[in-house]
């Protein structure tokens, strides 16, 4: 790499510890705070180059962070089945929630409209 400056974002993700959980966030004014808690995970890793580079805890400290909040829905297969017969249809973030960086949401979005226009041809249930 040269001098210039490159623009990375990245993310962390692990499963749900519920709400005593050290990353639990409900106050809207955390979104912009560095939870203390991942600091100390990230400090754990003990990434290996070029990684450890990119992800350093210092330099966390100083960038903008965003606490993604991402609500999942807890519904079975068999639940949105049922809900389907009925004529429900969920889609995108009702059913299954994306993160907000990379257009990934958008992404899976385009995905299950294409996925939901096409089901009624073929008459499975999705």
Same mark, same amino acid.
């Given at each position: ?49 070029? $990684? ?37 249809? $969920? ?9 907000? $960086? ?25």
């Amino acid at each position: 790499m040269g001098n210039e400056e490159i623009d990375l974002d990245w993310r962390y993700s692990r499963a749900q510890q519920g709400e005593k959980g050290p990353l639990w966030m409900t106050d809207q004014s955390g979104i912009i705070k560095v939870p203390q808690h991942l600091l100390k995970k990230i400090r754990a890793k003990d990434l290996a180059p070029p $990684f450890s580079a990119l992800v350093d805890v210092d330099a966390i400290k100083k960038d903008k962070v965003h606490n993604c909040l991402i609500w999942a829905v807890q519904a079975t297969r068999g639940d949105l089945d049922e809900a389907a017969q009925t004529g429900v249809v $969920f889609v995108v973030d009702a059913v299954h929630a994306m993160p907000i $960086f990379g257009g990934e949401g958008g992404n899976h979005a385009i995905l299950d409209g294409v996925e939901l226009a096409v089901s009624p041809v073929d008459g499975k249930v999705e």
